[in-house]
């Protein structure tokens, strides 16, 4: 089955400075690869995705890239703000709409 | 998101007691799941279903028990609590490219 695997396990950057967690997979069949962000007590929200058919997708100062052949993925934000400090999870396909997920980023940006 | 709720939000018991969460999604998608999040562990899969009446296990399903008679719920029973079991417990549709999660249960068991 799939095994994910996420680095580093906690990331404190400064304000205005960039961001990247990367994520490794094991199921070279695996296609699609979203990114949750979970702000303190609240719920998980998908934040980005991407699917094995790209290596690159934006939106505004988050993006994600997919290497297929190495079998791995990374966030990467830009500008970092205060309000991007939050747990960040990547996750791979377990099957049909099953994930597995990361441990988890602790991201903390410092003003 | 409104269309995913879940019951309660917070609940202390004691080991060996019953205990069912509840979900209930508004909308009327297929696939509903039980995640459960621990420090160092991250999210894992404890059981899913894909439609009423149809259900299947995930990483961690021991101890846990789940039915769907209703495409709408999809209530997670603790047959037996344990202190292992303390966790925070979120439910999950998965809707277009990914989850919509429920707000969580955070569970205490004593």
């Known amino acids: 089955g799939e095994n994910v695997e996420q680095h580093p396990s906690t990331l404190s950057v400064q304000e205005g400075d960039s961001a990247v967690i990367k994520c490794t997979y094991s199921?070279?069949?695996?296609?699609?690869f979203p990114w949750y962000k979970q702000e303190l007590g609240k719920r998980p929200q998908l934040i980005i995705d991407?699917?094995?058919?790209?290596g690159e997708k934006k939106d505004q100062r988050i993006a994600v890239t997919l290497n297929k052949t190495a079998k791995h993925f990374s966030l990467h934000i830009t500008e970092t703000q205060p309000e991007d400090s939050a747990v960040y999870f990547c996750?791979?396909?377990?099957?049909?709409?099953?994930?597995?997920f990361g441990t988890g980023t602790r991201l903390k940006v410092l003003a | 998101d409104a269309g995913i709720t879940q019951s309660p939000r917070y609940k202390i018991t004691e080991t060996g007691r019953q205990v069912t969460l509840m979900c209930h999604q508004t909308?009327?998608?297929?696939?509903m799941f039980w995640y459960r999040q621990d420090l160092g562990h991250g999210l894992r899969l404890i059981y899913y279903?894909?439609?009423?009446?149809?259900?299947d296990k995930g990483e961690v399903p021991d101890g846990y028990v789940v039915s769907r008679s209703k495409t709408e719920n999809f209530p997670l029973t603790l047959e037996s609590a344990t202190r292992s079991q303390t966790s925070v417990y979120f439910c999950a549709v998965h809707s277009g490219g990914g989850y919509t999660f429920g707000s969580g249960t955070r569970l205490t068991v004593v």
């Open positions: 909308w009327s998608h297929s696939y």
């Open positions: 199921d070279s069949a695996s296609n699609y």
């Open positions: 991407i699917r094995s058919n790209v």
């Open positions: 996750a791979a396909p377990s099957g049909t709409y099953k994930y597995i």
């Open positions: 279903s894909a439609a009423a009446d149809i259900t």
